[in-house]
């Protein structure tokens, strides 16, 4: 989160203090408690802003915003194993290995082993895979539609099926029951200057979603980078390359069946690979001992 936008937020925030007054579908509310919901064991529950109202006949509300940078693409990223779950429940492994299955023949014709650079891949670089992020458009090749039911995206944007304590948040020193589970959404880039700008351009969350409903994932290249020999920690993989030996030279099978497989065993199977061919970096592969020499840039 870049600092203006959590300048942005703390605005909005600073705007709903206890006492303020404003309108909401013909109700007159006042803020009894707001603040940005935190998780007790870390991580971030999809509210961002929580309001908690009262008319004066006592009639309450929730405001659980989920604040959103101008043109947010990024609905989910580094998504594990636990996180596809309760997003997708319990098919989860199924429907994502569908998802990426259909983008088979272009996951296919990529290089694998770079000798140079190329684009922002780094000359040496080997790919152990490819993370798997959630958008609301497409982006780049590796990229397709979802096809989620309705209940599915309300999860996403919402977060209905976080674990506990995301789901049950802290604000103000307490607990509150489903406060990580937002309702509404609003956009950084709406014009707010008083509580009641900011009330005026909330968008509920169903409604956001018949508007907006489809989701896409992009998978995104993990590489291992021989010259420096670092790749980008353990990410889970949506697709991963697995790395041996046969007959003497390198080679790969492409894996689609096992979605969100964490990257360490990956580059372990590869680094194990290279060691068995004395091979420290890319300068050392060729068409002696990689045996789909296609998959080589150079």
């Known amino acids: 989160m870049t600092k203006t936008f959590k300048i942005a937020e703390q605005h909005i925030l600073d705007l709903f203090k206890k006492g303020t007054n404003f309108s909401y579908r013909n109700k007159d509310y006042t803020v009894i408690l707001s603040g940005k919901p935190q998780s007790k064991k870390g991580g971030e529950p999809k509210t961002d802003i929580y309001i908690y109202a009262e008319t004066f006949e006592h009639i309450n509300k929730e405001f659980k915003i989920s604040f959103k940078k101008k043109n947010a693409n990024f609905l989910e ?24 299955s259909k983008l088979k023949p272009k996951f296919f014709s990529r290089k694998l082993i770079y000798k140079e650079k190329f684009g922002k891949t780094n000359k040496g670089a080997i790919t152990l895979g490819w993370k798997f992020e959630l958008l609301n458009v497409k982006s780049g090749e590796l990229s397709g539609n979802m096809y989620l039911n309705r209940e599915q995206i309300i999860d996403v944007y919402a977060g209905t099926n976080l674990t506990e304590e995301k789901k049950n948040a802290i604000v103000d020193n307490k607990e509150i029951y489903n406060s990580g589970i937002a309702n509404f959404i609003l956009f950084e880039d709406a014009p707010i200057a008083t509580a009641q700008d900011a009330i005026n351009s909330l968008i509920p969350i169903h409604d956001y979603v018949d508007q907006h409903p489809d989701i896409y994932f992009a998978c995104k290249a993990l590489n291992y980078r021989t010259f420096v020999n670092k790749y980008d920690g353990n990410r889970p993989l949506a697709v991963y390359v697995k790395w041996f030996v046969e007959n003497q030279k390198l080679d790969y099978k492409l894996c689609f069946n096992s979605p969100l497989t964490p990257a360490n065993g990956v580059y372990q199977d590869l680094k194990n690979a290279l060691n068995l061919l004395k091979v420290k970096n890319t300068a050392d592969l060729n068409e002696f001992n990689v045996k789909d020499i296609t998959k080589i840039y150079e």
């Open 77 to 100: 990223n580094k998504i594990s194993a636990n996180r596809a779950q309760q997003l997708f429940g319990d098919n989860w492994e199924n429907i994502i290995s569908n998802a990426t």
